[in-house]
């Protein structure tokens, strides 16, 4: 979950197109250390850049010498950009994370943090100039892009920089936002697909065109970078389409194949389906489905017994692959069938205690990552596990969903997707979760799984008092128009070793998390994790009781909340006269046509607005007063919310 990881361009991004290169001023050093604030360590050499020219150099022999070069700048709000340089140098030790001679990204807004970014640089010797980059959308309400050049802490070397550069990055990525899987059935045969645009003035007039074998080629504007499809005439059975997007003169902008199944009218559905409907809404026994879950290791009887006292209805079990009945002793499993046997036990458990399970196959792949699994006892090669695994379990009634990204760089999402297309053709009964931790790139993740994920977390230490990252995850997921569980933070930083460097986060602020991200469309909500709190009774007696039992409230809160996030009405903004503070609301609808009204205080510092309601609403946790003539009044401090219900 805690992966950072250089970006690379993805290969089905089709049409990627580069506009002028924009480069920082003095990007090259010729101007000496002109705007670029040095510290001890860095100097400017002549004739040691790519042209006998200036380069930066750093030089650290002692791993207690940290320090780094920065810079700040501006870019276009809501515009995807390519920042890199060249490097070169003699790296003895590429230090913590084995990032070595690199840079990362900093946004703020003020002196609000709101994203930071890091990328894997030169980890070894080269005398050979290499360009590193990292690609990014420079969010919305930001107003400054910070770049700090660095040798990874703990590292040791030489290295050389040269040559920074900005090239802003104009590209349409097309891909289905639903219904999910690639399963559309044949009595109701449309499709959404979104044409995502990463600038910031989208060409209008645009039209997509599918094709499919046999059929004449069905056409759709493109509004609101959607365009949805009545794909009449189709017959039940597996195809390809191609689609492709083209502007008004007809120049095809982008194009993808995607593989699709026509489910025929009288085809069975599966008692234990879930179904990502057209509002991209889990529907699970022909009920929308709100996920509000838990990350767990293993399953164990005693774990799931206190989960399922709260409102909690799933788990997502990091070691999937190798669950049984009894995780703490050995694995009595010797080969695949036999592990089978043991996994459909555990997911027994689950079952009989009224939980779904999200199951793992987020390390199932054949690039080097942590903990992979490209070999599953007798079975050699990442595909042929999923081959195995997903038939042989996907009829069990506690299996929810295949979660297949845990946090994979961009890099890497040409495998992600490849899986996600796997497993939707093994089993189009059940959705795959993609998650990401790069807020800015949603767009890039979205062809990679049936519904996203994000992960932000906002609390580290006293000082944090505000979670900008949370609103950043959720509006840009909420742009990509995908369905979206969200991962939000309820573990500490630091772990056992430091636990008293860093705090929790509160349930006031767990709570405002939550609020905020279902504000910005999320229909899921899975906590971090679990086993995180349970694990510090020597450093703090009684710690987990009291996490728990406040984690167990926020869901209680969300189930409360359940038939109006997954209700048929689309839910409307709160237009909030912003006295102090950033404040953002929504108000949900449920099927009787009562209110719930949601609202946030993003933080830092007081918050002060007023809005206006034309109903009687109550609040839940005591922010927002009425305050005459159909007005209600929100105050707060740092990150807070409030729920308020139609009466």
Known sequence: MFCKKILSLLFFCANLAFAQESVLNN????????????????????????????ALRYERRDKNDYAETVRDFRLEPGQAYRIGCWVKGNIDDPGSHKLGATFHLAFFSGKKLLNRLYLRGLENRSAEWRFISKEIVFPPDADRCRITVYLSRNGLGEAFFDDFTIQPMNEFVLYPATPGMGA?????????????????????????????????????????????????????????ARVELSDPAGKVLAGRSLPLEFLAPDGKVPENACIIDDRGRAVVGDKPFLPIGVYIGHIRDKELE???EGAFNCVVPYASLFMRPSPDRPNPSRTSDEGLAEI????????????????SLQNVYDFEMRYKVDKWYEIQGSDKVVDK????????PAILGWYINDERPLSQLDAVQKRREQINALDRFHPTWSLSMQFTMMYRYAPTGDVLGSDPYPIADASSKDMAVVELAGSMTKKTRMPHWAVPQLFRFGGVKDFDKYRDPTEEELRAMCLNLAINGATGFIFYHFNDIACHEKEA?????????????????????????????????????????KLKGAAFRNAGGKNAVLITAEGPGPADGIFVFD????????????????????????????LLIEE
């Open 541 to 581: 007696p009684g710690y987990f009781a009291r996490r728990w039992e406040e984690l167990k409230r926020v869901a209680s809160m969300l189930r409360e909340l359940e038939p109006y996030l997954l209700s048929d009405h689309d839910p409307q903004d709160l237009k909030i006269q912003v006295r102090t503070g």
């Open 306 to 308: 206190r989960i399922a």
């Open 184 to 240: 559309i059935p044949v009595s109701d045969p449309r499709l959404k697909l979104v044409a995502y645009f990463s600038g910031t003035n989208p060409p209008s007039g645009l039209q997509c065109t599918l094709t499919l074998p046999g059929l004449k080629p069905f056409v759709a504007d493109v509004t609101n970078s959607e365009a949805v499809f009545q794909l009449h005439g189709v017959k039940a059975g597996k195809t390809t």
């Open 615 to 642: 109903r009687k609403l109550r609040s839940k946790y005591g922010k927002t007063v009425p305050a005459g003539n159909g007005t209600y009044r929100f105050t707060g401090m740092d990150i807070c919310g409030d």
């Open 27 to 54: 990007s090259d050093f010729e101007q000496g250390d002109r705007d670029w604030r040095l510290t001890p360590g860095f100097q400017i050499v002549k004739g040691a850049g790519r042209n006998a020219t200036n």
């Open 344 to 359: 459909r036990k555990a997911l027994d458990s689950a079952h009989r205690k009224n939980l779904k399970v999200l199951f």
């Open 389 to 396: 695994v997903v038939p042989a379990l996907k009829d069990h």
